[in-house]
């Protein structure tokens, strides 16, 4: 998860200097993309005015849908279903 988060703050950084036009730090890319994988949101970066940063931000966003989603079967589901035979369910 954490090479995912770092890679899309890369591609964030400089997709928002090349197709945006904007300059500023690595960390806030970083942040951008913690708050679109913990759904807080976007903060100043709203709205985006090329297409690249707008579909690469509905892949950022489906990304992160599907991680919660895989994490979900992984780490949950079996902690319920312990949970349910401690209980006896």
Same mark, same amino acid.
């Given at each position: 998860?954490? $090479? ?16 945006? $036009?904007?300059?500023?730090? =690595? ?13 807080? $949101?976007? $903060? ?11 579909? =690469?931000?509905?892949?950022? %966003? ?19 279903? %312990? ?7």
């Amino acid at each position: 998860m954490t $090479g995912v988060i770092l890679a899309y703050a890369v591609l964030y950084h400089h997709g928002m200097h090349i197709f945006e $036009g904007e300059r500023f730090s =690595f960390l806030h890319s970083l942040q951008v993309v913690v708050e679109t994988f913990t759904t807080t $949101g976007f $903060g100043l970066d709203v709205p985006w005015t090329s297409p690249e940063m707008d579909t =690469f931000v509905i892949i950022m %966003d489906l990304t992160e849908v599907i991680l919660i989603f895989m994490a979900l079967s992984v780490l949950i589901f079996p902690l319920l279903e %312990d949970w349910g035979r401690f209980i006896g369910i």
